[in-house]
C-alpha cells in the first residue's frame, strides 16, 4: 500500500492519456484481465475500462497509486505538471453524450427496453455507455456504435434511425 506521503508527492489527477495507455499495456502484457486487475486495486472494472481508453479522471490517487506500484511505472512528481494540466470541466462530456457512441450489445443492462405497437424496442442509454467519448460501453465493455448500423446515418436520440426508420440495436 502507498503512503499517503508518497501518494500526495506524485500527480496523479487528470493524469495524460500516455500514463493511462502505459497502464493499459503493462497489465496486458501481464496476461491480467481488467475485471481481476479491478478486483485487486479496489476499482470497478468499466471505470478502469475508461482510465485505460485515456481518461485519467475516471480512477482515485489512490487507484491509480496501486496500479503504477503493481507494474512499476514512475509518474510525474506534482512540480513537474503544476500548471500544465488542464482544468476538465463536466460540461463538455455533457453535451458529448448527445452525439456519444452506443452499445450494440442488446443484452447489455443499460438499455430501456420499452414496447411500442407490440414491438419491442430498446433505446441505448447513451450517457452511462459512453459518458466520455471512449471506444468502449462502459457498462459491459463492447465496441460502440458511431453511426447508424443499417444505413450508416449520424445517431439521433432514441431507439430507432430517423433516416431508415430501423431500430439501432437488434432485438434478441
Known amino acids: 500500500v502507498l503512503s499517503e506521503n508518497k501518494v500526495h508527492n506524485i500527480a496523479v489527477t487528470n493524469l495524460s492519456p500516455d500514463i493511462c495507455r502505459k497502464i493499459s499495456r503493462a497489465r496486458r502484457d501481464a496476461g491480467i484481465s481488467q475485471t481481476r486487475l479491478a478486483e485487486e486495486v479496489g476499482c470497478k472494472q468499466p471505470a478502469l475500462s475508461m482510465f485505460e481508453q485515456g481518461d485519467g479522471t475516471k480512477l ?49 443492462p443499460s438499455h430501456h427496453r420499452y414496447e411500442v405497437d407490440g ?45 431508415c426508420g430501423k431500430p439501432y440495436i437488434a432485438v434478441i
Open 60 to 108: 482515485n490517487d489512490e487507484v491509480i497509486g496501486r496500479l503504477c506500484e503493481k507494474f512499476h511505472i514512475e509518474l510525474p512528481k506534482k512540480a513537474e505538471v503544476e500548471n500544465t494540466v488542464p482544468v476538465v470541466s463536466c460540461e463538455p462530456f455533457r453535451q458529448a453524450a448527445v452525439h456519444a457512441g452506443f452499445c450494440p450489445n442488446p443484452a447489455c
Open 119 to 163: 414491438r419491442l424496442l430498446l433505446r441505448p442509454d447513451r450517457v452511462a455507455q459512453d459518458p466520455a467519448g471512449g471506444r468502449f460501453c462502459a457498462v459491459c465493455g463492447e465496441v460502440l456504435e458511431r453511426r447508424c448500423p443499417n444505413c450508416g446515418a449520424a445517431l439521433h436520440d432514441g431507439a430507432v434511425c430517423t433516416f
